[in-house]
C-alpha cells in the first residue's frame, strides 16, 4: 500500500471543502488520508460529513483550551498537514510555530488581494474582472503566507454575490486536493 500523508482538517461550517479533500483520498486521486476534523462549532454540518466516512471527529469550544485541545489531538493522531477548511478562527503564533510549514489555508480570492473575511463581496465591489481562490501556507497574519496554489476564473458582468461565490467555491474543491498532493508527492519522493 503506497504511502499516505496524515491530515487534520478544521473546520467551522458547511465543510463542502472538507468533502472534496475526503472524496480526494477515497478515490486515491491523492496519496493522503484524513485521520481527524476538528470544528470549534458544535452544528458544523462539516461534523456530520466526518462521521459519514468514519473519520474521528471532535468539536471543541471557543476559549483559552480551544488550541491546547486541538494541538493534542493533531498531535496524537501524528498528523503531518493541517488543513483549515472555512476554520473562522486565527491561529496564535505558537500554535502555527508548533507545526512549520504544515498548515493550510483555503481562501476564496486572489490572494494577496481581497485577504480577511466577505474576500467575494470585496471582489465585487472593486469591480474586478478576475478572482478565484487560493491556497496558501498560514503564517502568523491574515492571509498572508506563501502561496502554494491558485485558479482564477473571470467574474462576469451578470455575477451576483451568490453565483461568484458558487463558482469560486467549485474552483477550491479542484485546487484544495490538487495543493495537497502537490505536499504529499513532495514529501513521499
Ligand atoms: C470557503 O469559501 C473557504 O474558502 C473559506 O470558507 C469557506 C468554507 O466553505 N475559508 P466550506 O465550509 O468548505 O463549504
Given at each position: 500500500?503506497?504511502?499516505?500523508?496524515?491530515?487534520?482538517?478544521?473546520?467551522?461550517?458547511?465543510?463542502?471543502?472538507?468533502?472534496?479533500?475526503?472524496?480526494?483520498?477515497?478515490?486515491?486521486?491523492?496519496?493522503?488520508?484524513?485521520?481527524?476534523?476538528?470544528?470549534?462549532?458544535?452544528?458544523?454540518?462539516?461534523?456530520?460529513?466526518?462521521?459519514?466516512?468514519?473519520?474521528?471527529?471532535?468539536?471543541?469550544?471557543?476559549?483559552?483550551?480551544?488550541?491546547?485541545?486541538?494541538?493534542?489531538?493533531?498531535?496524537?493522531?501524528?498528523?503531518?498537514?493541517?488543513?483549515?477548511?472555512?476554520?473562522?478562527?486565527?491561529?496564535?503564533?505558537?500554535?502555527?510555530?508548533?507545526?512549520?510549514?504544515?498548515?493550510?489555508?483555503?481562501?476564496?480570492?486572489?490572494?494577496?488581494?481581497?485577504?480577511?473575511?466577505?474576500?467575494?463581496?470585496?471582489?465585487?465591489?472593486?469591480?474586478?474582472?478576475?478572482?478565484?481562490?487560493?491556497?496558501?501556507?498560514?503564517?502568523?497574519?491574515?492571509d498572508t503566507g506563501p502561496i502554494l496554489l491558485q485558479?482564477?476564473?473571470?467574474?462576469?458582468?451578470?455575477?451576483?454575490?451568490?453565483?461568484?461565490?458558487?463558482?469560486?467555491?467549485?474552483?477550491?474543491?479542484?485546487?484544495?486536493?490538487?495543493?495537497?498532493?502537490?505536499?504529499?508527492?513532495?514529501s513521499f519522493k
Amino acid at each position: 500500500m503506497s504511502k499516505k500523508l496524515k491530515l487534520g482538517v478544521l473546520v467551522s461550517g458547511s465543510g463542502t471543502n472538507l468533502q472534496a479533500i475526503i472524496n480526494a483520498c477515497e478515490h486515491n486521486s491523492i496519496d493522503a488520508q484524513v485521520v481527524a476534523v476538528i470544528s470549534n462549532t458544535e452544528k458544523a454540518f462539516a461534523l456530520e460529513r466526518a462521521k459519514k466516512h468514519k473519520i474521528p471527529s471532535f468539536f471543541i469550544s471557543n476559549g483559552e483550551h480551544l488550541e491546547p485541545l486541538i494541538i493534542n489531538i493533531l498531535k496524537e493522531k501524528k498528523v503531518e498537514l493541517v488543513c483549515l477548511a472555512g476554520f473562522m478562527k486565527l491561529l496564535s503564533p505558537s500554535f502555527i510555530q508548533e507545526f512549520p510549514k504544515q498548515i493550510l489555508n483555503i481562501h476564496p480570492a486572489l490572494l494577496p488581494s481581497f485577504p480577511g473575511l466577505h474576500a467575494q463581496k470585496q471582489a465585487l465591489e472593486a469591480g474586478v474582472k478576475e478572482s478565484g481562490a487560493t491556497v496558501h501556507f498560514v503564517d502568523e497574519g491574515c492571509d498572508t503566507g506563501p502561496i502554494l496554489l491558485q485558479k482564477s476564473i473571470p467574474v462576469h458582468a451578470t455575477d451576483d454575490l451568490e453565483s461568484l461565490s458558487q463558482r469560486i467555491l467549485k474552483v477550491e474543491h479542484q485546487i484544495y486536493p490538487t495543493a495537497i498532493q502537490k505536499i504529499a508527492s513532495a514529501s513521499f519522493k
